[in-house]
């Protein structure tokens, strides 16, 4: 028989939703991981598709672990208002995304606190979770495009327009258009879309992945090398670029670029040697640990310190301040 309710311990569970996955991971006050799932993501079918199927994912695993929810934390793809739990904007990828109340459906649909979090800011605090040094670092994730994020004093910076952060889209780094129409910007070399489409450029060799481009280059493909050698002076330009202005010691390369790793490394070390910050901190650029689980372990760390003073069963976030490392 289970047991009722209120004499099953807590858990908070940190849900990753994405485009095509939606992943979740329960984890107990201390963090450590508990159980862990994944379920395809109904981007197409609209928000509360996407909110059942969350919702559902979510409660299978605390059920299963006899565990109740204390609280929720999400890394949602898009533009999210971390205060009100709402999607501000998305791709097109995603039906009834933009504007949705994602905060609100869940904590409907699992009786708990609900904190929702951009993905890569999620990504960041999964990164950092755990580890006391990290109160000032940047965040960037090399995936279908660049996202950024960053940590000042030990708190997720959000900024007044949810954008702090956001390097993949500042200038300089190319002549090349952005996905985002302008010109110039980190995600023309250093997302992995870009990677496929410099490559294509240059060899006359179309279609190929960022994960095919690097195969190439390790194979002896100068170009292939080439495009990755870019990828890792500019990302390594942004980070210090970074750290000159916020005084950042330390930048965490995520997303599945970073499978590539050896591929960047030189041209990161490089432009270190060359474009430190004058401050003369040594700024560390070291790819993330945590692979697919950082979000959800991040939207998890971000609701445990939103709602650690909230007693069970409490479902209003909106007096609470911002996550803390
Ligand atoms: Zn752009």
């Not at 998305?90 to 993905?119: H, K």
């Not at 500042?170 to 023309?188: A, F, K, N, V, W």
């Not at 003369?280 to 003073?309: H, K, N, Q, W, Y």
Request: hydrophobic share 45%; aromatic share 2%.
């Amino acid at each position: 028989m289970p047991e009722i309710a209120h004499h099953m311990p807590a858990a908070v569970v940190g849900i990753d939703i994405g485009g095509t996955k939606i992943a979740a991971l329960l984890v107990d006050g201390q963090g450590e991981i508990l159980a862990r799932g994944v379920v395809d993501a109904p981007a197409r079918e609209g928000g509360r598709a996407m909110a059942d199927a969350a919702a559902a994912l979510a409660r299978e695993l605390a059920a299963d672990a006899g565990r109740t929810l204390s609280a929720v934390g999400v890394g949602a793809a898009g533009v999210v208002d971390h205060e009100t739990g709402i999607i501000r904007a998305a791709s097109e990828t995603f039906a009834d995304w933009a504007g949705f109340p994602l905060g609100d459906e869940l904590s409907a649909r699992l009786g708990a606190p609900v904190r929702v979090e951009n993905d890569v800011n999620a990504f960041l605090l999964g990164e950092l979770d755990h580890d006391d040094s990290g109160d000032d670092v940047l965040g960037v994730m090399l995936g279908t495009g660049v996202g950024g994020a960053v940590v000042l004093d030990g708190q997720l910076r959000h900024g007044p327009h949810g954008a702090a952060g956001e390097i993949g889209h500042t200038p300089g780094y190319s002549d090349i258009r952005c996905t985002c129409g302008q010109i110039g910007h980190l995600e023309t070399l250093a997302s992995g879309t870009s990677i496929g489409l410099r490559y294509a450029e240059r060899s006359g060799e179309t279609g190929l992945t960022a994960r095919e481009v690097a195969d190439r280059a390790r194979a002896g493909d100068a170009v292939a090398a080439d495009v990755f050698a870019a990828a890792g002076r500019a990302v390594a330009l942004a980070c210090a670029s970074a750290a000159g202005i916020l005084d950042l010691d330390r930048a965490v390369i995520g997303g599945g670029v970073v499978n590539a790793w050896d591929l960047l490394l030189p041209a990161i070390e490089a432009a270190l040697v060359t474009d430190s910050p004058v401050s003369g901190v040594r700024l560390e650029i070291m790819p993330a640990t945590r692979g697919s689980d950082a979000v959800a372990l991040g939207a998890a760390a971000a609701a445990r310190r939103a709602f650690s003073g909230l007693g069970a069963g409490a479902h209003d976030p909106s007096e609470l301040e911002g996550a803390t490392l």
